[in-house]
């Protein structure tokens, strides 16, 4: 009786540390969830009126719906495929005996540690055609001013996400490749592998849960993306930029209908929820073990 009874102390002292953590995500999370799902089954400027699931069948037939999911996809992959591209680039070059490579990693990371709204302001300003300072570069190089926002909009956009969150790719690449034994490269070295064979062969198998890791998150900030196409483009020009978030925003704050915009919100989490168990399968199944 003695072993269950200290059992149930350490287990009522677990959940003691816990509530904290269960209250917060319970006011802040999950209560927020079920009241946007039961806001999606009303219609109405003040979503007083019972509609069941009207506003479900009116979201996935709706092509304004479908055009601002294709473009999140779209923004969402240019994202992720960047993250995972430029963010191991980094961390490999940066895991190297350099000098100065402490500042470099912490120059890389500030850009994270900044908020959306700032970051959208500052890149705004410099992308502006007419008073941005990149076309006033331009333009002192004797080189042809560019349309930033009006040409590829999307890109833009991206472009900017990615360079705001390689720095905290770079970190997650980082330990992942400090995190694999030197034993498996100075095998490889003994038996003749040069650099490249000893990337494809060792670290970058051994590199699969980080790159799952950061694959899931870059798909999730994708998809729920906002802050960019809100302050740099304001869903423009015409609605290339019209990310989900975005046209979820516009729908409930200006168009004033809650219930629809609600609807569009559940759609989406399924959405980002289905995307990560893929994700998560797809991973498990690939692991390499050693």
């Keep these: 009786m003695r072993p269950r009874t200290l059992a149930g102390r350490y287990a009522r002292t677990a959940y003691l540390f816990l509530l904290p953590a269960i209250l917060f995500f319970t006011a802040f999370f999950y209560l927020p969830i079920g009241n946007v799902a039961a806001t999606s089954l009303r219609t109405g400027p003040q979503a007083d009126q019972w509609s069941g699931l009207a506003n479900y069948g009116q979201a996935l037939g709706d092509p304004a719906v479908r055009h601002s999911f294709l473009v999140t996809v779209v923004f969402a992959v240019a994202v992720v495929a960047g993250s995972i591209v ?16 402490v500042a470099f990693r912490v120059l890389l990371l500030v850009p994270y540690l900044t908020s959306v709204a700032i970051v959208g302001l500052l890149w705004r300003n410099i992308l502006d055609p007419e008073l941005g300072v990149l076309n006033r570069v331009l333009a002192a190089a004797g080189l042809p001013e560019q349309q930033w926002l009006n040409t590829a909009p999307l890109l833009t956009i991206a472009a900017v996400t990615l360079w705001q969150g390689v720095g905290y ?3 997650l690449f980082l330990a992942g490749l400090q995190g694999i034994p030197e034993t498996y490269q100075e095998a490889a070295r003994i038996d003749g592998a040069d650099a490249w064979r000893r990337f494809w062969r060792i670290t970058l198998p051994l590199l ?4 799952l890791f950061v694959s899931v998150i870059s798909v999730i900030s994708g998809l729920q993306a906002f802050g960019q196409a809100y302050i740099i483009t304001n869903g423009g020009p015409g609605d290339a930029t019209d990310l989900s978030v975005f046209h979820i925003f516009n729908v409930a704050f200006r168009a004033r209908d809650f219930g629809y ?19 998560l399968r797809a991973g498990r199944r690939g692991e390499v073990t050693y």
């Design 208 to 211: 699969a849960p980080t790159t």
């Design 261 to 279: 915009s609600s609807a569009q919100s559940v759609l989406l989490l399924f959405v980002i929820v289905a995307f990560t168990l893929i994700q």
């Design 86 to 101: 430029l963010g191991l680039a980094l961390a490999l070059a940066l895991d190297q005996p350099l000098k100065g490579r």
């Design 169 to 171: 790719t770079m970190v």
